[in-house]
């Protein structure tokens, strides 16, 4: 019976030399040792998600602040998940009942809400406003333009920005 002479994998090593650490991090930020493990767990689940996160774990020299970079992102997208499903059901709550929609539907529209929120997030506050304003207010791109101060060009190149990513966060779901 042989040993394996195999290289240790660093994202092991990661895992087993600093979960604890990352872990007490995320209970000092959160308050919570439940949102704290799974957070932590989340982190290790997104370097492993990206083979760059993976091939930086090998040749780290900070890890704790490797782990402590991709753990914030975590922690804000949860954050910001957990805004966008209590606005949410602050929402259903308002509703009479006849409207309620089931649990189904619920998680669906959170889950759009998310994706949407993500798509918004990367791009500029002028580009996101113009959309919004747009979109959801109804307003002409004339109206649009007094609202943000630019012209009535910059708001349809805005428009055209979001629209198109919107159009590639659908053509990545339907993939």
């Not at 304003?133 to 101060?149: F, H, P, T, W």
């Amino acid at each position: 019976m042989s040993l394996s002479t195999a290289a240790p994998d660093p994202l092991d090593a990661l895992y087993r030399d600093h979960h604890g650490w990352l872990q007490g991090w995320l209970r000092r930020k959160t308050g919570c040792g439940t949102d704290a493990a799974d957070l932590a767990q989340d982190t290790f689940l997104r370097i492993l998600a990206a083979p760059r996160n993976i091939e930086q774990a090998a040749a780290l020299r900070e890890p704790r602040s490797f782990l402590a970079t991709i753990a914030r992102r975590v922690m804000i997208d949860h954050f910001r998940r957990r805004a966008l499903e209590r606005a949410w059901l602050e929402t259903l709550a308002a509703q009479p009942e006849p409207l309620a929609i089931s649990p189904e539907d619920s998680a669906l529209i959170i889950e759009t809400l998310l994706r949407f929120d993500v798509m918004l997030d990367g791009l500029g506050s002028k580009v996101r406003r113009a959309f919004l304003l747009s979109q959801l207010d109804g307003l002409g791109y004339a109206e649009v333009a007094l609202q943000l101060g630019v012209s009535v060009s910059s708001v349809k190149k805005y428009v055209a920005r979001a629209t198109e990513q919107c159009l590639l966060l659908m053509i990545e779901d339907a993939a």
